[in-house]
Structure formats: structure tokens, C-alpha cells
């Protein structure tokens, strides 16, 4: 069985209810069919139960389902169990269904041949299947043999992913890879007994030598080769087999998820691979470019699809609870502390987040830590999306055409898709932009830490229901749209923001707005001005921008720009911060730059 | 809404605990269901397979890997010495012999006619596995481990570093507010649990490291002063392999912050006894908490009433563990079900805490933790 099948329901389906078990909490929504369609209605949530003294996944579902029961007065449970299907109006379910990322995800190992070739083409395949990537081993990756053999010991991954070798090509690096895996004799993460899974998906001719070094060592699967040509990557094969495994192997080990596929009407998905799917499906429908980003308390994916190509990263070590002084250790201290608009000193500010760390499930309880907390996201927003970009690139390796007209533009293969240009949309999702007590401050997080040029559109997961909308999607299409299009997606607004820099005060752009209702406004934005107009989130706008020689707004120096633009619950941001966004080095001036540019917004109350 | 608690931290007299002893791959058990056993005693063992040598025959001969065959001297699975010779040519001139010689002492674990790969492995190195605390086996499981059972007094700790060890325990403060300086750690101390109280200073860590004291456990320390004795900034929280010296256990957190006057009180009623402490935590995938584990002497142990707390109710002693009061104590007064508007202008749920003094404050729910074992 593959998750891509639809499962058979065969009654029909009125009432859902989904959860997602995170790393921190286990979060329920209730779905009904109200009228003719579907509508998020109530949502509980409890601490995850993975771990002592309940070690059962369940138990954190059946306590965020009784919160649910407490808020909408329907009857759900029935002891340990879910009624299934709907009894009357007020009892039971047609369908549970669920994802998960707890217990710390699906962590796999991947092996290639070529570093930046085949072993990128294994990370993508990984990545796209809601894998945590823990290691790229690859022929070339400047570690000696018995270096390779010891890390692969040393690793204790849920699923190891080998590639290698465009087919008919040499095998040789290919077997001395299995080779070295055979001899490191891995062993899975939970579980002492069972053999670890291991799917090949590289050149098909070292087929039946990667069998008999690993058939006896490991749950082997062959598939078809992930760079069959150097030209093209085939990743859904190898993606449907870490599927499969994920659910037959990985998740009967780990605490509790044996009784979970029980209570599921559909096979359980790793949470990212949910959310992929939803973002594919955004690009897809509306024809857009777009990034998407859930950031978690163990970890940060970004999604990005540009010019149809759909691509994920997981930053394993970027989050906001578990991960949050991770945060500080890659960011550094002076990169969080620049968007803190007051002082504090480092020992408390340190103490403070490893408070964070050892306690994850606290929330901000003061303004001034409300603050921190999202300062510290912006970091890990940045820092995931730099990471991003380095994977989300063209093939590389492969052959370019070139003609005279490149002598002076030559380019490698394999840069980045990420093009700021020519994003449509950013989604964000995750604890700390869903549940912003003002949507201006998911908004502004998300634009500091993107930096996005010209004008894009901006949105926000409403209550952070992305995956459990991923598993619906896979049994009910028009489920998954009803409720993503109501009460999922919420419109911030767009950001217009011209490239460049310029003293504060200094002319960025002229603009003229055209509003719905026929008004226009006229007016210039400034170097160091943040300004906010309201537009509601189903109007449009019309907007010329003029900006001065120098500054663009992505046609070109000085040339200017007419575009039609959407509103939101947060409106039109016009951002003359420049770009790059530079802040003042020195603490009194930043200080004051902050706290004028959150006061022209309302980004927090005022005193 | 009484679902929406954190867990808290066990601090309790009298508690039966199993701790599973397991090991890294499959070996042999040692002990039996039924047995007593003492913290430091073997009760399984394996054979931890030796580190793996690869060498390129077919390369270094210069000749390919199916023509590699006819140069061996060694076959699959020999035992090989270091510097034993694995392989040689026989040119016509002496000059041109290549030998290639063992870099280690082993066996030939592979030779593949495909890469021209000779894998050597080095002999196995013995794994043995500790009982941890003193008790009695209750389970075996055939070639992986056992579960040792012990009723004991039972102090889990928020944050700690180093793995396992033992000593006695020793009180080297006065009262829980205060800090442990380096005039309170003297000789006598080697080897030994010492218990401090509000803070553990850069200089009070170097002067336990002087004297050799097995473990610390204290209110809280600086993240800064963690930062110098590991030599790195911890970015996740999984710890219990690091090497320090000595164990460090956290039982409030990061600060100076006044250890729990029950958990002081407790450590101070079991001076001198014997204590196994763990600093292994592990805050993602699997919570696992420091610990302080003291056995009960045998014919003290009474029968320990287990309870399984569902929920939170009025009049649980609980601690905050947010800013702005960090570390407070105090009981819950007060169990609001409605959201309540916090000042960040979250709606939140929230419960209401009357510290000793009388004074009560609102905190939202996530924001608490109950001291458990109560």
C-alpha cells in the first residue's frame, strides 16, 4: 500500500477528526459538513505522550480529542476508543485520521556516489518524503573509508536510503559503498531485534551485488534508480518506498504508533510530507511560485515550488522549544539581540532561552519575552531559508549548451531556484506565526527574515491545520479545499518593498494606490519607513511604484512598476528598510529604528 | 481542560522504580530474575564488533580487482597480525615486489573481486553493562538485557551532563537559597554526591573538579559557565556522554534559583547513604530526565503506592517555570476554565497560584509544572 492511494471509506464522510503529534503537542481539529460543505469547527490540544511516564502516542490523541468533546459537546470517545461511524448528531466520528512528527521524526542516512550529484538527488528524495537527512555519505565526501564506516556505526538512523550511478554506468563506487554500510552493520534507532530498512535506489546493473552484500545485513528494497541519466532525477519511486517503510517498520517500534494505525482510517503520514502536499497543491491550483515554511519546536521545513519544481528542506536543529538554543548557537547572540527592541543583558537573555530549552512546552507570558520569542524566530525563519537555498538548486553536472550570447553571462549548473524576484506567495505555518497574538507580527516576522523584494503576497496558517488537511487531502479532496480555502489559509496582505539602499529619509519610491472603491493615494516612501493601508483581504488594489535611479522594484534601475495587488487581515506594507535590510550596528540607534518602525505598524500594544 | 498540563518532575520519599538495563546489540545476560545486585556489577555482556580497516589490494597492486586473487596470501576470515602480509606480487626483479602489509591486528572480514576491497576488522572489544542501582532483577531478556527493580527515594532533576555514577551523599550547604562556593568543597569530598543549593559558580565547578567529587547537584547555574566547561555552546539537549569529571544535575534550572525546599529536604534526610545519579537528559524524542536514585536499605522498604496522575486539581503544589517568576512555588488556588487575555494578548488557559505569603498570582497553565510525588 502506498499513501497515495485513497484508502476505502465506505460511508460517508460528515464528521472528521484529525490530529497532528508533534514534538511538543498533539493538536485535533474537528471537521463537519455543514450545509454543503466542510468546516473546521473545534480544535484541543495536549502535550505530546511519546515519552515517560506514558510512552503511548495515544495518549496525547485521546486527551487533545476529550478537549475537543469538553468545547463542541459532541461525544467522540468511548473509553480507549473512537466511535466510528457517526452514531447520531451528537456521537462519534466517520473517519480518525492522523500525522505525525514526534518522537524525532523520520531520521534516515542517505548514500551517493558523487556528493553534489546522485548524493543531493538522495537528500531531495529524502526531503520530499518528510525525512530528517542526519547524514550524506558520498564517494567523494573527503572522509576516508574507515571514517565513513565509523560514522555509519556510530549513526543510529530509522531508514538508510542508498543511491549511486546513472544506470549502465560503472558500478564499482556503488558496491564499495554497500560494502561499507555492510561492514558498519547499522542498527536502527528503536529496537534492538529488527533489521534496519535500507531501500537502493542507484544504478540497476549493481542490483544484484548490492543484494547479496545486503540482503542478509539489513530489510533491503530494491527500487528504481533516482538518477536514472544525469539529466533527470525520479524521485517518486524511492519517496513511495520510504513511505511504505516509514509506516511498516519506523513507526512499529516507536512508542504507542502500532495502536495509532489501529485507530486511523487512513495510514499515518510524517508531518512535513502533509504539509508538502498542501503546498504543492497551493502552486498548483493558482499557478504561482511560492515558499512555505512550518516552523516547530524541534524543526523548521521549507517548501518551495518554483516554476513547477517542488522542493523541501528540513533544518533538523532549528526550532522553537527543543531546538532554541540551537538557535542561538547558529545564529549567534548579536543576530537575535538585533531585532530585541530594548537591552538586556546576555547572561539573562541566555539563561533565558536555555530555560526555554529544558522547559519546551512554556509560552511567552510578558510582553518582553513575547518579543525575544520572536526574535529568535526571525533567526531561525533566515537560517532555514538559507539552507534551502543551498539544496533547492538545478541539477548539477549536467551538460550546458551555450552559445555566443553566454560568453558574458556563463553560469554553472545547478544555482538555486530560490529567485526572490519572481516569489508570488509566502506560507508560513507553525506555533509561533500561527498563534501570534496579532497577525501584523506573523506578517513582519516572516518579511525580516525573507527579506522579500518587489511585491509578494503573504499568508498564515490560521490555527495550524496544514497537516491534518495533507491527510484529508488523500481521502477527500473536496474536504481538504473547503476547509483550507474557509478557515485554513488566512491573507496577511502583500509587502512592497523596492531594492536598494539609501540614507533614512532619503526617497525610496512614489507610489500611487488605486483602492477598490476608485481612491487613489499618492505619496513617497522613504529609506527607513515601514508603512501600513489597510486593504481587506477579498480586495485588490492597483500600485505604480516610481522609485528613484538606483532603486528597483525588479524591472530595473529607476524604471517603474504597475501591479495589481491583494489585501489581507493585515493590509498593504510598504517597506522602505532597503534591501538588503541592514540595521544600525550601533544598540541606541537600532533600538529607536525598531521601536518606530513596530510602533507605525501596531506590531505590539503600547504601554 | 485538565489535559493541558506539563508533567512534572518526581521528588518522593518512597517509590518502586525498574530501570531497564539494555544492551547496544545482542550479547549475553549474567544474572538472574530473582537476583540481588549491587550498582557496579556486571549483569550483561557483548562483544562490541572491532573497528573496520579498509584497504584497496587491487590499487595498491595496480592490478584489477578480478586479477587480485592470484596475489593473496590470506583467504576470507584468517586471522591477521599487524603487519602481516596480505598480499604480494612475485615480479621478476626483487626490486619491483610489492608487498602490502596488515595495518592492524584481525581477520579479513571481505574481499570483494568487484572494488578490489579488503575489509580487515579488529578483534571485538568486551561491552559490559552496570546493574546502575542496587536492587533486584525482575526481568531478563535473552541476549539483550535485564530490568532491575529497587524501592528507593526518587529525585528527578531538570538538566544534567555527564552519564552514570554512585557515591554518598553529602550536604555541603546550609539552606537551599544558598549558593555552593569553593570553600564548601573540601577533600573528604572525593568520590562522593555533594549537594549544594541556589548556584554553582565557574570557580565552585573547578575547585569540584580538583577535588574529585563524583557528582553535583545544585538549584542552577549560568548558561555562560556551561558554555566554559563544556567548551561548546549546547544546541540540543541530549546529554550523558560528556566528560567533565563529574556528574551535574539541575533541579530548577537556568539561574540562581533556590532548590525546592522538599527536594533539599529530602537529599538532607539521606546523608550518607548511597545514591546513583544519572545526568543523561534527553528533552526531544523521549524525555529523560536527570536523576538521584537512593536505594532503601533492605527491611525498610514498605510497600509504595503507586498513583497515576490524570490531571490537575486545586490545592497541587506546583512550581512556575517562566519568566517573570521563574522558579517560584507555591498552590494552585484557583482553576478559571475560560480563556483569559495574558499581557501578551494571548487567550490562554490559565490557573491561579497562592504562594506561602498569601499572594496570588494568574499564570497561564502551560506555565506550571507540578511537583509530583507530593
Given amino acids: ?16 477528526v484529525a490530529t497532528d503529534c508533534g514534538s511538543t503537542t498533539t493538536k485535533a481539529i474537528l471537521i463537519e459538513k455543514v450545509g454543503d460543505e466542510y468546516r473546521q469547527t473545534y480544535r484541543g490540544e495536549a502535550p505530546t505522550t511519546v515519552e515517560a511516564p506514558f510512552e503511548d502516542v495515544t495518549r496525547g490523541v485521546l486527551n487533545a480529542i476529550a478537549e475537543i468533546e469538553e468545547l463542541s459537546g459532541r461525544k467522540i470517545l468511548d473509553g480507549d476508543k473512537i466511535i466510528t461511524p457517526c452514531l447520531n448528531d451528537k456521537t462519534g466520528v466517520d473517519i480518525y485520521i492522523s500525522t505525525s512528527s514526534a ?19 538522495a537528500q531531495r528524495a529524502a526531503l520530499g518524503a518528510g525525512a530528517i537527512v542526519i547524514d550524506v555519505l558520498a564517494a567523494n565526501d573527503g572522509r576516508l573509508p574507515h571514517e565513513k564506516i565509523e560514522r555509519i556505526r556510530s549513526m543510529r538512523p530509522d531508514m538508510i536510503l542508498m543511491a549511486g550511478g546513472t544506470d549502465g554506468g560503472a558500478v564499482n563506487h556503488v558496491v564499495e559503498m554497500a560494502e561499507y554500510v555492510a561492514a558498519a552493520e547499522p542498527r536502527p534507532r528503536f529496537g534492538v531485534t529488527y533489521k534496519l530498512p535500507l531501500i537502493y535506489a542507484g544504478n540497476k546493473e549493481a542490483q544484484p551485488q548490492v543484494r547479496r552484500i545486503l540482503e542478509e545485513k539489513s530489510a533491503l528494497v530494491v527500487t528504481e534508480n533516482i538518477r536514472p541519466v544525469l539529466e533527470r532525477e525520479n524521485l517518486a519511486p524511492a519517496r513511495n518506498k520510504i513511505h511504505d517503510l516509514f509506516l511498516e517498520h519506523v513507526m512499529q517500534q516507536a512508542p504507542g504508533y502500532k495502536k495509532l494505525m489501529e485507530m486511523a482510517g487512513a495510514p499515518i503520514m510524517p508531518t512535513p510530507a502533509a504539509v508538502g502536499l498542501i503546498m504543492e497543491a497551493i502552486a498548483k491550483r493558482e499557478h504561482l511560485s511560492l515558499i512555505g515554511v512550518d516552523i516547530g519546536g524541534a524543526t523548521t521545513d521549507v517548501f518551495s515550488v518554483f516554476d513547477g519544481v517542488f522542493n523541501r528542506t528540513v533544518s533538523a536543529n532549528l526550532g522553537m522549544s527543543y531546538s532554541v538554543s540551537n538557535v542561538l548557537a547558529e545564529a549567534g547572540l548579536a543576530n537575535i539581540m538585533r531585532w530585541v527592541p530594548f537591552t538586556i543583558d546576555e547572561q539573562t537573555l541566555r539563561n533565558r532561552i536555555k530555560n526555554k530549552m529544558i522547559r519546551p512546552t512554556t509560552i511567552p507570558q510578558t510582553l518582553d519575552e513575547l518579543q525575544i520569542e520572536q526574535a529568535i524566530a526571525r533567526e531561525a525563519l533566515r537560517l532555514a531559508l538559507i539552507h534551502h537555498k543551498a539544496l533547492a538548486t538545478g541539477l548539477k553536472g549536467v551538460q550546458q549548451e551555450r552559445t555566443i550570447s553566454d560568453v558574458f553571462a556563463q553560469q554553472a549548473s545547478g544555482q538555486s531556484l530560490i529567485d526572490m524576484l519572481k516569489l508570488d506567495l509566502i506560507v508560513g505555518s507553525g506555533g509561533i506565526l500561527s498563534h501570534a497574538p496579532r497577525r501584523i507580527q506573523s506578517m513582519l516576522m516572516m518579511v525580516d527574515a525573507y527579506e522579500p523584494m518587489g511585491c509578494t503576497r503573504l499568508s498564515v496558517d490560521s490555527i495550524f491545520m496544514m497537516p491534518h488537511l495533507g491527510v484529508l487531502s488523500t481521502i477527500n479532496e473536496k474536504a481538504a479545499t473547503d476547509v483550507f480555502v474557509r478557515d485554513c489559509m488566512v491573507y496577511l496582505g502583500t509587502c512592497v518593498a523596492p531594492i536598494g539602499q539609501g540614507k533614512d529619509g532619503e526617497l525610496c519610491a512614489d507610489y500611487r494606490m488605486t483602492m477598490p472603491d476608485g481612491r487613489t493615494i499618492d505619496g513617497q516612501l522613504k529609506f527607513g519607513e515601514l508603512k501600513l493601508f489597510p486593504l481587506e483581504a477579498e480586495q485588490k488594489a492597483t500600485i505604480k511604484i516610481q522609485p528613484p535611479k538606483g532603486v528597483s522594484m525588479g524591472a530595473g534601475s529607476g524604471v517603474a512598476v504597475t501591479k495589481e495587488v491583494h489585501g489581507g487581515v493585515v493590509g498593504l506594507l510598504l517597506d522602505g528598510r532597503g534591501r538588503p535590510l541592514k540595521l544600525p550596528a550601533e544598540q541606541q540607534a537600532r533600538v529607536a529604528s525598531l521601536t518606530k518602525w513596530f510602533d507605525a505598524v501596531g506590531l505590539y500594544p503600547t504601554p | 481542560m485538565a489535559h493541558s498540563y506539563t508533567p512534572g518532575l518526581t521528588v518522593t520519599e518512597q517509590t518502586v522504580i525498574h530501570r531497564r538495563r539494555m544492551l547496544p546489540l545482542p550479547g549475553k545476560v549474567l544474572v538472574l530474575v530473582g537476583d540481588r545486585v549491587q550498582s557496579d556489577q556486571v549483569v550483561a555482556r ?204 539541575l533541579t530548577e534550572g537556568f539561574g540562581t534559583i533556590p532548590m525546592a525546599a522538599k527536594t ?111
Fill in chain 2, 46 to 249: 557483548a562483544e562490541l564488533p572491532g573497528k573496520v580497516f579498509p584497504i584497496n589490494l587491487a590499487n595498491q597492486l595496480s592490478v584489477t580487482p578480478g586479477e587480485m586473487k592470484g596475489y593473496l596470501t590470506k583467504r576470507e576470515g584468517d586471522a591477521v597480525a599487524k603487519d602481516e602480509i596480505l598480499a604480494e606480487n612475485n615480479p621478476l626483479i626483487k626490486w619491483f615486489k610489492t608487498e602490502i602489509r596488515s595495518p592492524v591486528s584481525g581477520r579479513i572480514e571481505s574481499i570483494s573481486s568487484v572494488t578490489g576491497q579488503v575489509l580487515l576488522r579488529e578483534p571485538p572489544r568486551l561491552l559490559e553493562l552496570s546493574a546502575y542501582v542496587d536492587g533486584t532483577i525482575t526481568e531478563t531478556i535473552p541476549q539483550q538485557g535485564v530490568v532491575v527493580q529497587t524501592t528507593c527515594s526518587l529525585v528527578q532533576g531538570i538538566f544534567g551532563i555527564g552519564g552514570e555514577t554512585s557515591g554518598d551523599i553529602v550536604i555541603a550547604v546550609t539552606a537551599p537559597d544558598e549558593p555552593l562556593m569553593p570553600n564548601h568543597l573540601t577533600p573528604a569530598m572525593k568520590g562522593k554526591v555533594v549537594v549544594g543549593g541556589s548556584f554553582l559558580s565557574a570557580e565552585t565547578m573547578k575547585q569540584a573538579k580538583a577535588v574529585g567529587v563524583a557528582g553535583l547537584v545544585v538549584g542552577g547555574i549560568h548558561d555562560e559557565d556551561l558554555r566554559a566547561l563544556l567548551g561548546y555552546d549546547l544546541g540540543v539537549a541530549i546529554t550523558g556522554t560528556e566528560q567533565v569529571g563529574f556528574t551535574l544535575i
Fill in chain 2, 264 to 374: 533539599f529536604k529530602l537529599l538532607s534526610s539521606h546523608v550518607g547513604r548511597k545514591a546513583s545519579i544519572s545526568g543523561a537528559t534527553q528533552i526531544r524524542a523521549g524525555v529523560i530526565r536527570p536523576e538521584i536514585i537512593i536505594p532503601q536499605l533492605e527491611g525498610q522498604a514498605r510497600t509504595a503506592i503507586q498513583s497515576q496522575r490524570e490531571g490537575i486539581s486545586l490545592g497541587d503544589p506546583v512550581r512556575i517555570i517562566r519568566d517573570p517568576m521563574f522558579g517560584r512555588i507555591g498552590e494552585v488556588s484557583a482553576l478559571p476554565p475560560e480563556l483569559t487575555k495574558i499581557p501578551t494578548e494571548s487567550e490562554v488557559r490559565v490557573l491561579e497560584v497562592r504562594f506561602a505569603d498569601g499572594k496570588t498570582v494568574v499564570i497561564p497553565r502551560t506555565n506550571i509544572e507540578v511537583i509530583e510525588g507530593a
Fill in chain 1, 103 to 121: 518522537g524525532g521524526g523520520l531520521q534516515m542516512m542517505v548514500t551517493g556516489v558523487v556528493q553534489n550529484m546522485t548524493g543531493e538527488s
Fill in chain 1, 1 to 16: 500500500m502506498t499513501i497515495h492511494e485513497s484508502s476505502e471509506v465506505n460511508h460517508p464522510l460528515n464528521v472528521i
